[in-house]
């Protein structure tokens, strides 16, 4: 059975203070690890796509990176808008998605 | 932009009403799935659909049943519901050869 398990689950953040949010998973057979976030009473909504170790992806002040048994998910001077719900995910060999419970990230001001 | 489409943002329901969630999506997407949050325990797949008519049950589908007539619209059905489903549903869709899913804004079921 696939495995996703994130931390911490929460990090609390001054603005500017970067910091790294964790994504360990256990698959059998990886077709992809996706990055989503979620805000406050809407669905997630996707950010990046990872396929092999060693890959890197950016957007704005986020940078995703994966290994063969973890994803790092990296914020740079965060902002307040940031603060959110990151989700992980990992896809196997068939449609399905398996999600970690979340790690909720508060940038305060 | 792709728009998946929740027919109820919130419900509340008595225990042993039968439920309909309904969802929609505007992209032609071959996959729909249905997931539902609970606090600590992250998105949990009841069923999911790669085709029309086609239905795979998830981690979770028990109390559970879908429905998939048209490629645009999947439906999840609470026969007879009970307080152990009180959560946020979520839908979402995809196109086959990509993980990517989009998802709609979610509905909150308080099942008393």
């Known amino acids: 059975e696939d495995q996703v398990t994130q931390s911490p689950e929460a990090l609390r953040l001054q603005e500017g203070e970067s910091s790294s949010l964790n994504c360990s998973y256990t698959?059998?057979?990886?077709?992809?690890l996706f990055w989503y976030r979620q805000d406050p009473g809407k669905g997630p909504e996707f950010l990046f796509t990872?396929?092999?170790a060693g890959e890197e992806k950016e957007k704005e002040r986020l940078k995703a990176t994966l290994t063969k048994k973890e994803s790092f998910l990296h914020i740079t001077a965060p902002k307040p808008e940031d603060s959110a719900t990151y989700l992980c995910?990992?896809?196997?060999?068939?449609?399905?998605?398996?999600f970690g419970a979340g790690t909720t990230v508060t940038v305060r001001a | 932009d792709v728009k998946v489409t929740q027919s109820s943002r919130y419900l509340v329901k008595r225990t042993g009403e039968k439920v309909f969630l309904e969802c929609v999506q505007d992209m032609d997407h071959e996959n729909m799935f249905w997931y539902r949050q609970d606090p600590g325990l992250g998105l949990r797949l009841i069923y999911f659909?790669?085709?029309?008519?086609?239905?795979e049950k998830g981690d979770i589908p028990e109390g559970y049943s879908v429905s998939r007539e048209k490629k645009e619209r999947f439906s999840l059905i609470l026969e007879s519901a009970s307080t152990n489903q009180t959560s946020m549903y979520l839908c979402?869709?995809?196109?086959?050869?990509?993980?990517?899913?989009?998802f709609g804004e979610g509905s909150r079921l308080t099942v008393l």
């Open positions: 990872l396929y092999s």
């Open positions: 979402a869709s995809s196109y086959r050869a990509t993980g990517e899913l989009f």
């Open positions: 659909s790669y085709d029309v008519k086609m239905k």
């Open positions: 995910a990992v896809r196997s060999n068939d449609y399905k998605l398996s």
């Open positions: 698959v059998s057979g990886l077709r992809g």
